[in-house]
């Protein structure tokens, strides 16, 4: 997987025009056991020659697994950030990435997950971001907490940039997640003991280290957060 060291654009960096913006367009889960998970006709937004659909993943019940590819449409996404948490076994173990690729045409596709082994579901949050710098992600991060300890992400993001945040775990019945400076667009128990979250904002001031955490309502068993920001073109 890749580091933030690796990713393009990440650092400091002149933000030019913009503004870029994340806008939320839906969840959906895969609740079976597989290697490879495939959402047809996924709704991913308005088609726009500025476009980058982003894909949110939770694969649970996978230790040390990892994504080999995430596809829309066809066409391979870039990974952004991607963190695996092993605490135990079946939905402890987890998988929790973003993924982006650039794509103008189309209201729906198909969205392939291909995991390195099996697992037993997959969770996806798409987002759109427009407006972006064509440097890529200008900053991620990402945290993962093999106990009841809420994982923490700061985020550095430039002026009329936006930020994306998404969230995995396990082990809390019913548990509902707080985040801190973005705005949640979605909180659900997908099973028993397994929760995600996913959210957004767009900034028009600088942010640095700035907390993006999401805190959880019950103490669990293990979890991820992760997030990404965009500078503006």
């Known amino acids: ?23 939320y367009i ?12 495939t959402f047809s006709g996924h709704a991913i937004g308005a088609a726009a020659a500025d476009r980058r659909v982003v ?10 697994q990892g994504v080999s590819s995430v596809t829309v449409g066809g066409q391979c996404c870039a990974e952004i950030v991607e963190k695996v948490l092993s605490v135990g076994s079946g939905a402890n173990e987890q998988t929790v990435g973003l993924y ?7 209201t729906t596709a198909d969205i392939v997950v291909n995991g ?10 798409v987002w759109n971001v427009n407006g972006a710098s064509g440097a890529s992600v200008f900053n991620a991060s ?7 300890a809420d994982p923490t992400i700061l985020m550095d993001c430039n ?32 099973e028993v003991n397994t929760a ?8 028009g001031a600088t942010q640095s280290s700035l907390d993006c955490s999401a805190a959880w309502s019950d103490a669990l068993s293990g979890g991820v957060t992760i997030g990404a920001s965009w500078s503006p073109s």
């Open 196 to 203: 995600k979250s996913g959210a957004d904002a767009d900034f």
């Open 116 to 125: 390195a082994r099996s697992s037993n579901g997959c969770y996806i949050g």
């Open 26 to 37: 839906d969840e959906t889960d895969i609740l079976t056991g597989a290697t490879n998970y």
């Open 1 to 23: 997987m890749l580091g933030t060291s690796q990713l393009s654009g990440f650092g400091s960096r002149a933000a030019g025009g913009g503004p870029a913006t994340a806008t």
């Open 159 to 190: 002026a009329n940039g936006c930020v994306i945040t998404f969230s995995g775990n396990a082990g809390g019945s019913g548990s509902t997640h707080t985040w801190s400076n973005v705005t949640e667009r979605f909180d659900l128990v997908a």
């Open 55 to 64: 894909v949110g993943v939770h694969l649970v019940g996978g230790a040390t």
């Open 100 to 106: 982006e690729v650039a794509l103008a045409a189309g």
């Open 142 to 148: 990402d945290d993962a907490a093999p106990s009841a």
